[in-house]
């Protein structure tokens, strides 16, 4: 509760105040792609949280519906976020506009010489670089790491 407080905080003053609504969880949903994808159609503002099995607790704030597409998508408002082991906002860098990329066999958020969050297909596995577009270090406990879990909310 306390994380997800520090969270609202860090969205931008027009979304704090929406209803959260949790789209997809792999927990309740199984670890599928493509349920995530069908899930948060027509949900342009999510928050995409992942744990990895370190402990490292992870995400972004997204502006734009996640769906397969050959360009990035989103806008400066997105940002990445740590919330374990400590809290931290990553906000846009102005260095690209990579926010959000979603494909048939991951999603992606950030760009550069390496993506700030990367979830593969069999949203098992994923991988985490120092990014150009949030200015951010690595967000997850290794850069290659196995996920634990994963959460996208939704701001109706």
């Known amino acids: 509760i306390e994380q997800m407080e520090s969270l609202r905080e860090a969205i931008p003053a027009m979304y704090r105040m929406r209803e ?45 519906a996640w769906k397969v597409d050959s360009r990035y998508c989103g806008t400066g408002e997105s940002f990445v976020f740590t919330l374990a082991p400590t809290g931290m906002k990553y906000a846009w860098s102005g260095e690209n506009d990579y926010y959000m990329l979603g494909s048939a066999d991951s999603i992606a958020v950030g760009g550069g010489s390496a993506h700030a969050i990367r979830l593969e297909e069999d949203l098992l596995q994923g991988s985490s670089g120092e990014c150009e577009t949030f200015g951010s270090p690595p967000l997850a406990s290794e850069n290659m790491f196995k996920v634990r879990r994963i959460e996208l909310w939704s701001m109706d």
Not at 29 to 40: E, H, T, V
Not at 41 to 56: P, W
């Open 20 to 64: 959260w609504s949790l789209v997809y969880s792999t927990k309740r949903d199984g670890i599928s792609l493509k349920s995530l994808y069908r899930l948060a159609s027509g949900k342009s503002v999510t928050v995409l949280a992942v744990s990895d099995f370190n402990g490292a607790i992870f995400g972004a704030f997204c502006t734009e």
